[in-house]
C-alpha cells in the first residue's frame, strides 16, 4: 500500500504506507521535530563523527552515493537547498522538499501538522497536540496572568537566530 503526498514545490509524492528507511537532508530544527515522530531516519547531513548514521555530507554539498548506498524508501530536503538535484535524489527514492523559511505553514505547531502527514501518523499527533495544548491551558491559568499583552525578548550570541519554526518559537507562538 501507498500514500501520496504533495510536497512544497507541489509535486506528488507517493511513498510507502509504512516508512522504514528515511534519509533526512534537512537544517536541525526539521531534524529534531521529526526525530519526534520516531521516524526510521537512517542518514542525514553534517553529522557527528561518532554517529552511527549514514553521513550524506554537508547540507548544501551532499553525497549522492552515500544517499544510493544506504537506500531509503523517502528523503526528506529542503526546497531552497535541494531543488536544484530533485530529479537526481528523485530517482533513488520518492523525494518530499520542505520550504521552512518562505512558507508560513511552518510558523509554530504547524510544521508538526506536516511531519505527522509525512509519517501516517496524524490522529495520533493529534490526540498528542491536544493534550498540549490543554497543559499549555493550564500553564496559563496557573501563571494568574494574561500573555497575550506581552513581548518576549530573546538574545541569541553570534549568528544564530530564534524562528517561530523552533521549537521555542512553536511554545512562544501557542503562549501568544
Same mark, same amino acid.
Given at each position: 500500500?501507498?500514500?501520496?503526498?504533495?510536497?512544497?514545490?507541489?509535486?506528488?509524492?507517493?511513498?510507502?504506507?509504512?516508512?522504514?528507511?528515511?534519509?533526512?537532508?534537512?537544517?536541525?530544527?526539521?531534524?529534531?521535530?521529526?526525530?519526534?515522530?520516531?521516524?526510521?531516519?537512517?542518514?542525514?547531513?553534517?553529522?557527528?563523527?561518532?554517529?552511527?548514521?549514514?553521513?550524506?555530507?554537508?547540507?548544501?554539498?551532499? $553525497? &549522492?552515493? =552515500?544517499? %544510493?548506498?544506504? #537506500?531509503?524508501?523517502?528523503?526528506?530536503?529542503? *526546497?531552497?537547498?535541494?531543488? /536544484?538535484?530533485?530529479?537526481?535524489?528523485?530517482?533513488?527514492?520518492?523525494?518530499?522538499?520542505?520550504?521552512?523559511?518562505?512558507?508560513?505553514?511552518?510558523?509554530?505547531?504547524?510544521?508538526? $501538522? &506536516?511531519? =505527522?502527514? %509525512?509519517?501516517? #501518523?496524524?490522529?495520533?499527533?493529534?490526540?498528542? *497536540?491536544?493534550?498540549?495544548? /490543554?497543559?499549555?491551558?493550564?500553564?496559563?491559568?496557573?501563571?494568574?496572568?494574561?500573555?497575550?499583552?506581552?513581548?518576549?525578548?530573546?538574545?541569541?550570541?553570534?549568528?544564530?537566530?530564534?524562528?517561530?519554526?523552533?521549537? %521555542?518559537?512553536?511554545?512562544?507562538?501557542?503562549?501568544?
Amino acid at each position: 500500500m501507498s500514500r501520496v503526498l504533495i510536497d512544497d514545490m507541489g509535486h506528488e509524492i507517493r511513498v510507502k504506507e509504512f516508512l522504514s528507511r528515511v534519509a533526512m537532508l534537512t537544517q536541525v530544527p526539521v531534524a529534531l521535530q521529526l526525530a519526534e515522530f520516531k521516524l526510521p531516519i537512517i542518514g542525514g547531513c553534517s553529522l557527528p563523527k561518532d554517529s552511527t548514521l549514514f553521513d550524506y555530507g554537508s547540507i548544501k554539498n551532499v $553525497d &549522492i552515493d =552515500a544517499i %544510493i548506498s544506504s #537506500k531509503p524508501d523517502l528523503i526528506i530536503g529542503i *526546497k531552497k537547498i535541494h531543488k /536544484k538535484i530533485y530529479k537526481k535524489l528523485n530517482s533513488i527514492a520518492p523525494t518530499f522538499l520542505l520550504d521552512p523559511l518562505n512558507n508560513s505553514k511552518f510558523r509554530g505547531l504547524h510544521i508538526y $501538522d &506536516i511531519l =505527522a502527514s %509525512i509519517m501516517g #501518523k496524524s490522529s495520533e499527533y493529534n490526540f498528542y *497536540k491536544s493534550e498540549y495544548l /490543554k497543559r499549555i491551558d493550564e500553564l496559563k491559568r496557573k501563571l494568574s496572568f494574561e500573555v497575550e499583552n506581552k513581548s518576549a525578548v530573546v538574545l541569541i550570541p553570534k549568528k544564530s537566530r530564534v524562528t517561530l519554526i523552533s521549537y %521555542i518559537g512553536a511554545i512562544f507562538e501557542v503562549l501568544s
